[in-house]
């Protein structure tokens, strides 16, 4: 199963001001992620992300699955493709590939996606730009140890201010 990450970054790195607002990103960001949602059918979250999206900007409402990393394990939704889980991210890669699905999206947020990034099973990483810089918020990484070569597969102008960065990672 091929992981991609989709997540939006200030000029300086940060996926989320201090304020944890959403008020920064682009419209095209917001297509961006919603059509790449749309398109594999598979989408893992942490409860943070999950919790400024839900119910009304969920990307998946109709078919797909929506994984929501969370320790509440009496979280529910009134959305039937939302799954709550605790698992090990192997564990829901292969909870996903059993449903059917081959490629599968992070969205967000920093835990979700170290956690991925550290059981190495993230193939490609879709950063979006945006032309703002933050004093303080939320690193795209925390507590990876590993150092990985990122190869660029490819840049869009998304609007006059960002861009969109393709990169895969690099296995050795």
Known sequence: MKISIYI????????????NVPDWLSPEYGTGMMSICQEYKAVIMGRLTYDILAP???????????VVLTTNEAATSGNSTVVFTKAKPAEIVQMLADRGHTHAVI???TAAISAFVNAGVVDDIYFVMEPVLFGSGLPFLKGVEAELKLNLLGVKKLNGNTVQLHYEIVRS
């Open 8 to 19: 939006a970054a200030s000029a300086n790195g940060l996926i989320s001001n201090s304020r």
């Open 107 to 109: 969205i967000g947020g």
């Open 56 to 66: 009304d900007y969920l990307p998946l409402t109709q078919e797909g699955t929506t």
